[in-house]
């Protein structure tokens, strides 16, 4: 697999971003280390005390500020191909003087990555003379539509996930704790295809309430329920990300009857899924159906969040959030109802939105997998 796609992809992405930023009226974005960076050059580069910054003027040649001693790094990007010009410092250097000067001048408007650290940003306003502003509405529109390449990629991410989650059942056994079970997903997650792990999370019994738990030395138990939400990168870089809920054992009936009514919720919720609908009415088909069950007040979260180089990013879908979707957004729809002290459950697929409706990425069954205890 490759760290990076064609350069021609980045060529289209700096092209666009530039003509964002013209639009918005600014005269060009700063952007360092971070998702933004990777997206608009393939640099896999990290944030340290010496700048490093990609300078994208709203016309004009891109120029890459870069350290002398990480020049190197920059080989496994598409900068050298892409021919952007390159300047770079040594230590006694000034850096960001150089970043006003390849924006040529001292611009007034000038925008930033909102994962520039402060170690950074504050000498580059020092410079530029004014506070520059969030890049986030000049590339949240580019960063939410996918591109083929990237809609492939997470394609192949949601497959490999989906053989793992088959895998979970021989996990599950009563007496192996959570971070047991945990340890062999990660395995699995590798062996099926990632490049990384980037989560696991293991809820057996009443940590399965917590949304967020992850792991820990509780052992497993027959009749617990087990939410388990894992996902990896797949390269270069794109996430999985699906939740699947578990029984060791048979279910009750309050079990079986409110994790049949989450089904629903979240059936509603996908399907709800189409150009121009708009993200809080894909949340709002979730709750709705759980409203009706007074189950509203066990649903703590939003019903899902978009995803791509970064695991949780623009769209969220949530309440408030009128933003209409648009093919080529990818986010998850992940309804969940959790009863503290008790169980809880979740099901998440990572869904495109396509011309005329969505497609799934996922596509293990949704029921609750019940796994089998008096075998074993």
């Known amino acids: 697999m490759t760290s990076r796609f064609d350069s021609a992809v980045y060529a289209r992405r700096l092209?666009?971003?530039?003509?964002?930023?013209?639009?918005?009226?600014?005269?060009?974005?700063?952007?360092?280390?971070?998702?933004?960076?990777?997206?608009?050059?393939?640099s896999r580069a990290q944030t340290f005390e010496?700048?490093?910054a990609l300078v994208l003027p709203a016309s004009g040649r891109p120029t890459m500020v870069v350290p002398?001693?990480?020049?190197?790094?920059?080989?496994?990007?598409?900068?050298?191909?892409?021919g952007l010009a390159v300047l770079d410092w040594v230590d006694g250097d000034d850096p960001y003087q150089l970043v006003v000067e390849a924006l040529g001048g001292a611009p007034a408007a000038t925008a930033v990555t909102d994962a520039m650290p402060a170690l950074h940003l504050l000498p580059l306003a020092d410079r530029l003379g004014v506070t520059p502003?969030?890049?986030t509405a000049v590339l949240r529109e580019l960063r939410m539509i996918k591109d083929p390449s990237e809609i492939?990629?997470?394609?192949?991410?949601?497959?490999?996930?989906?053989?793992?989650?088959?895998?979970?059942?021989e996990f599950l056994v009563p007496g192996r704790t959570e971070a047991d079970v945990a340890a062999?997903?990660?395995?699995a997650i590798i062996a099926e295809g990632h490049s990384e792990v980037a989560f696991i999370i293991v809820g057996s019994g009443p940590h399965g309430a917590d949304p967020h738990h992850e792991c820990s030395d509780r052992e497993l138990r027959a009749g617990d329920v087990v939410v388990v939400d894992i996902g990896g990168a797949w390269e270069p870089g794109y996430n999985s990300d699906c939740t699947r809920t578990y029984c060791l054992g048979q279910p009750n009936d309050e079990v079986?009857?409110?994790?049949?009514?989450?089904?629903?919720?979240?059936r509603a919720a996908v399907e709800a899924v189409r150009p121009g609908v708009t993200a809080e009415q894909v949340d709002a088909a979730a709750r709705d159906v759980l409203a009706g069950a007074d189950l509203a007040d066990f649903f703590v979260h939003?019903?899902?969040?978009g995803i791509g180089l970064s695991v949780h990013e623009e769209p969220y879908i949530v309440a408030g959030n009128d933003i209409p979707l648009a093919a080529g957004m990818a986010f998850s729809v992940e309804p969940g109802v959790y009863f503290p002290g008790q169980w809880g459950a979740r099901i998440e697929d990572i869904v495109i939105v396509t011309d005329d409706g969505v497609e799934s990425l996922n596509n293990q069954p949704h029921e609750l997998v019940v796994v089998p205890v008096d075998q074993r």
């Open 152 to 169: 492939d990629a997470l394609r192949k991410a949601g497959a490999a996930i989906d053989r793992v989650h088959a895998r979970v059942p």
């Open 184 to 187: 062999d997903i990660a395995a």
């Open 50 to 52: 010496r700048l490093t």
């Open 133 to 135: 502003v969030l890049a």
């Open 302 to 305: 939003r019903t899902g969040h």
């Open 256 to 266: 079986r009857q409110r994790y049949s009514l989450l089904q629903q919720a979240q």
């Open 68 to 82: 002398r001693l990480e020049l190197a790094a920059l080989g496994e990007s598409a900068v050298g191909d892409l």
């Open 15 to 42: 092209a666009a971003a530039a003509d964002a930023t013209a639009a918005a009226g600014l005269a060009g974005l700063v952007i360092t280390p971070g998702y933004d960076l990777r997206y608009l050059t393939g």
